[in-house]
């Protein structure tokens, strides 16, 4: 039984790997397999990971279903400019954030979240980053919203300046023992 299970597994192996360089030699539209994923078991191709639009989709699925000796394909695949989309929408739909556009720019490469612009304080950029993080298929997250430093603290009218802390003591010498001089 091991050995049927072992040769079933290196049967999937090659498939998954035959689909793999069936999407690198396409010379339609480009399909970046370094964000994909393609496990088969038993003739069924699961692909997973990131693609930038539907074409790419439609084809990374046509390409991989047209291999020698894949059966079914199923497809867990997520689109950058569908990811945009629940992004905005989800900053949109946040209290936190809801207010903050259009100085909130979305975008997406494989899954990976850019936001840019400008917002109005370290806590509204700070809960872009968290919402969009949270968004299914979302692998990471860049946040370069732009927000005003927080204000520092500015003494009252008529403070006294805050004492300095006195110096620290040099540290003694050790002291030698002095020998006596021979006679």
Same mark, same amino acid.
């Given at each position: ?54 074409a790419e989709k439609e084809v990374t699925e046509d390409v991989v279903l047209k291999t020698k000796g894949v059966k079914d ?9 569908d990811l945009e989309i629940r992004v905005a929408k989800a900053l949109g739909d946040d209290p936190r954030t809801r207010g ?26 700070? $809960?872009?980053?968290?919402? *969009? @993080? +949270? ?10 919203? /732009?927000?005003?430093? &927080? ?5 009252? $009218?008529?403070?006294?300046? *805050? @004492? +300095? ?10 002291? /030698?023992?002095?020998? &006596?001089?021979?006679?």
């Open positions: 039984m091991a050995e049927a299970t072992t040769a079933g597994s290196m049967q999937d192996e090659a498939l998954a790997l035959a689909a793999e360089n069936a999407l690198r030699n396409y010379t339609g539209v480009r399909v970046w397999t370094d964000a994909l994923g393609l496990k088969a078991t038993n003739g069924i191709v699961e692909i997973s990971g990131h693609v930038r639009t539907h394909v199923v497809s867990q695949l997520y689109i950058d400019t903050s556009f259009p100085g909130i720019l979305v975008g997406s490469a494989f899954g990976e979240i850019y936001l840019k612009g400008s917002v109005t304080s370290p806590e509204i950029k700070k $809960a872009a980053g968290e919402i *969009a @993080a +949270k968004v299914e298929g979302v692998r990471e997250v860049n946040n370069q919203l /732009e927000a005003p430093e &927080p204000p520092k603290p500015t003494p009252a $009218a008529g403070a006294k300046p *805050a @004492a +300095k802390p006195a110096p620290k003591p040099a540290p003694k010498a050790e002291e /030698e023992e002095e020998t &006596p001089a021979e006679e």
